[in-house]
């Protein structure tokens, strides 16, 4: 009886660990290089830049990263006004190798990874995430201080201070 009690407990409380944890924000059978083609369609007529977020459903810290930045409202505000979000999978199931090679080998650095597109597919930046973490996740004000950064307007030469 013990032990069937002890099993009980066991799956509710790994069970339900587990269950909170389960996102689906990547997708192994999309089609990475065709969503940064619409995302850049998108990110030029919108006068924003793309915004890709490398990593897998299976990385707890791509899935910290992701929950920070929905759920906070100066970072979800920062990420709609300023870029077009593409999720980059990278998984045993789809790799994106050709994909992750025209940018440069990011997953380099790890995961999350970050990239930036200005809307002309041009790369600007590639983001360790490694430098924006704080605590179990990820820094608010680092990752705040990083989108600033590469927003249109901050590398528009015209809004730099003389």
């Not at 059978?29 to 619409?38: F, R, S």
Request: glycine share 6%; net charge positive; aromatic share 12%.
């Amino acid at each position: 009886m013990k032990k069937l009690v002890f099993l009980v407990w066991f799956s509710l409380i790994f069970g339900s660990v587990f269950a909170q944890e389960k996102v689906d924000i990547y997708h192994p059978e999309a089609n990475a290089k065709q969503d940064i083609t619409d995302a850049l369609a998108k990110a030029k007529s919108e006068g924003k830049h793309v915004f890709l977020q490398i990593g897998g459903n299976w990385c707890i810290w791509c899935i910290r990263f992701n929950k920070l930045v929905t759920e906070n409202a100066e970072l979800k505000n920062l990420l709609s006004q300023n870029y077009v979000v593409v999720h980059v999978n990278y998984s045993k199931e789809n790799k994106n190798e050709e994909v992750l090679a025209s940018l440069g080998y990011p997953q380099r650095f790890g995961f999350p990874v970050f990239v930036v597109l200005d809307a002309d597919g041009k790369r600007l930046h590639i983001q360790n995430s490694a430098y924006l973490e704080g605590g179990n996740g990820h820094s608010a004000t680092l990752v705040s201080d990083f989108l600033k950064a590469w927003t249109p307007k901050a590398i528009d030469p015209a809004t730099y201070k003389n």
